[in-house]
């Protein structure tokens, strides 16, 4: 079983839609969450991190965490094209070290 | 802005040869990672720091060692590279303390191994 899981997609969703990213972990012990954007070709950059459990705002970026369930997710309003890129689930477990899932590939269609 | 800066975009080596990826941040961060990263598994780490002459290994460390001499620069070494790490290679920096998931990415250098 993989440490972090998430839906590698495509997920594909029309301008101005909601996408939704979702990543389930198995280290009860982790103790924070992030979000990383990745275009092609590019490297990853963090657009979110949440600690504790519920919703953390930032512009159209909503990351929800559930610990009990094991499970965040990232919620884009409005999504724009320019929101296409590979989102990757990163999570620091009880080891302190961060591990990623493979990322959901998402795709906004204009 | 953070920067860090991978030596190298693009290398191509053969079988056997020795290899270094140099990496360097600008920002003072103690902690600094290399990752390898292949379509459908992800980023992988392969050894990490969390200062000055320290290393630890990651989850994929055989085949790599690393030296961390300054703490601004951090080097991913294959002793013999083989067809098998062709890849691309992912150095990464942030500060210590909680945050330590908080990670900035270098712009990756595309390893073949011929």
């Known amino acids: 079983q993989k440490e972090v899981e998430q839906n590698s997609g495509p997920l594909s969703v029309p ?3 909601i996408a939704s990213l979702n990543c389930t972990y198995s280290d009860r012990g982790s103790q924070s969450f ?24 930032d512009g159209r970026f909503t990351a929800q965490l559930n610990k009990a369930s094991q499970y965040v997710s990232l919620l884009i309003r409005d999504s724009q094209p320019s929101d296409s890129a590979t989102y990757l689930c990163a999570v620091t477990g009880s080891a302190r070290q961060l591990t990623f899932g493979s990322g959901t590939q998402l795709t906004v269609l204009p | 802005d953070v920067k860090v800066t991978q030596s190298s975009r693009y290398l191509v080596k053969r079988t056997g040869e020795k290899v270094f990826l140099e ?6 961060h103690e902690n600094m990672f290399w990752y390898r990263q292949d379509p459908g598994l992800g980023l992988r780490l392969i050894y990490f720091s969390y200062d000055v002459k320290m290393k630890e290994k990651g989850d994929i460390p055989e085949g790599y060692s690393v030296s961390r001499e300054k703490k601004e620069r951090f080097s991913l070494i294959l002793e013999s590279a083989s067809t098998n790490q062709t890849s691309m290679y992912l150095c990464a920096s942030g500060l210590a303390g909680g945050t330590t998931g908080e990670l900035f990415f270098g712009e990756g250098s595309r390893l073949t191994v011929l």
């Open chain 1, 15 to 17: 301008e101005g839609a």
């Open chain 1, 34 to 57: 992030f979000w990383y954007r990745q275009y092609s070709g590019k490297s990853p950059e963090l657009i979110m991190s949440i600690y504790s459990n519920g919703d953390k705002e």
């Open chain 2, 23 to 28: 990496c360097v941040q600008d920002m003072d």
